[in-house]
């Protein structure tokens, strides 16, 4: 049995809504791509949704809009992926890590707090595996310091916050939709919005800096969202709280499953829904392999792993000299993720956790 990390699931709906986006002749920026807008805009419950090419530029645009500017500091965790802290570094600002949660993995509040400076801009709150981090408590310290919060909600579509989506928690919100996501389009992002202001500046930005054709009134870029990669997501959005659904059956079948020594499994905290983008679980002293021996073995058998994610930011060469955030670099040495999509059937999901216990 061969049961992959990550799979896409695309059928003949998206080839389908590509092949008629080539037959239309408007390949680049159209109609479709507005569509898409108005359409993940509703689905998040907020006034506007910007798309763009990818998850990184979503980030680096929505900082721009909210005035992040070189000499900020924007502080984000120190356990997510790079470009959460490159997308700060892409502004001329300086990326602050703050710990993360021991239980959730999730930006840690009170060290938010903590690195607050009369430097810092914005905080950036990372839903971490499709798990919203502590949004009200991080809201509150933006709130009370006059601080603009992004959520970055790269792995999160679909998941809800004392009933509120990820994409409305936030000033701004940034999503990717790159081929392993939940809503996957191969390359391509999205910033969601309840201000005005910052749509119009959005747009502008991902524009070339044109606020109407030719007419560049600020520094911009070529960060758009072709009208084949918005078909795509359109037929995407329609699956995917189904494709969520079973990303929680296959979760919740781990949970009461997977019954190994020395594994601790991940949980969902209370007034929260996690889509479970990934399934990480943590690798103890206890259990009689290294987090390493347990990924080759796994790999041995056909179950493809992966260690989301290696090295804390706080540890990364190009942030030498960072302060040390402890929890999320004991997380970087104990975390594997198993494959949780929605492509994983009933009889895979089983020989996985059977591969698992069997290792005692």
Known sequence: MHI????PSLDKEENDAVLAVLASGMI???PVTTAFEEEFAAYCGVPHAVAVSNGTTALHAALLAAGVRPGDEVI???FTF????????????VPVFADVDTVTATIDPADVLAK????TKAVIGVHLYGQPCDVGAVRDICDDKGLVFVEDAAQAHGATYRGEKTGSL???????FYATKNLATGEGGMVTTASDDYDARLRR???????EKYLHTELGYNYRMTDIN????RVQLGKLDGFNRRRQENAAYYGSHITAPGLVLPSVAPGRSHIWHQYSLRVTERFPLSRDELMARLRENGIGCAVHYPIALSRQPFYAGAAACPVAEALAASVLSIPVHPNVTDEGRAYICETINGVI
């Open 4 to 7: 992959p990390i990550a799979q």
């Open 28 to 30: 680049a920026q159209g």
């Open 76 to 78: 984000v965790p120190a």
């Open 82 to 93: 790079f470009a959460t802290a490159s997308s700060v570094s892409m502004c001329g600002a």
């Open 116 to 119: 607050v400076t009369p430097k």
């Open 170 to 176: 936030g000033d701004l919100a940034c999503f990717s």
């Open 205 to 211: 930005i991902i524009n070339h800096g044109q606020s």
């Open 230 to 233: 918005a078909a795509i997501g």
